[in-house]
């Protein structure tokens, strides 16, 4: 077969191939339609909750970022005479920023930014000594989909059970952690806190156990010598 011969036969079939999607088109002519405008809403839709999704999200990580200025400023030294925006009691920076975290967990909740200010909010109201408000909002920051958030969450929550006599529920929660840790609570950081829980309670045996566990996981790393450092004192 000449070239010029199958030029003519890939017109013919590509016009027959038009011809036909043509003729398809036009007897389904309304669901064409129909389905050409569905598509164009879908992508407008789409691209708006990505707009959407993208502001809140700046706007979020803005205002839990200005909590933490609050959180982490330095206090005014004793007797220094007072500035603008320095706080010279920790309780009253706590306080502020507390009021801010909340502010963040209670609009952006469904954002990570707002995990993370239930954290903090639980995190100073404990300092504050609201130890309900501390709790729930702990309890809402553990359950984020954020192992290393969720975690630290937990942490803090096990030790809050401990201070008001809840110790089962505080060693549930050491015993979660360990068995799934983060990079933010490594499984020798809860096992620490039990240990210490256990030697409270005057559970020796238990404590002893933990923390010699922990010398042996850790030998060259902080929590090791911790644990060693326990270990030599009793």
Partial sequence: MDTRTRHA??????????????????EHQSSVVRWAIAAGVILVLG????????????????????ALDVYTSPLAPPGAPPEQGAYTASADRAKEANREFVAVASEYGWLPEGSKAHYFAGVTYAELGQN???EAQLTAASHSWDRNLSNLAKLALAGLYHQTARDNDAIDLYNEIATKPSVTVPTTVAQLDLADLYASEGKQDQAHALWAKVRDADKDGAAGQIAAQKLAAK
């Fill in 132 to 134: 309900g408000s501390a």
């Fill in 47 to 66: 691209v708006g909750a990505l707009v959407f999704w993208i502001l809140r999200s700046s706007a979020a990580d803005s205002a839990l970022g200005a």
């Fill in 9 to 26: 036969l890939k017109k013919d079939k590509f016009a027959q191939a038009a011809a036909s999607s043509a003729s398809w088109i036009g």
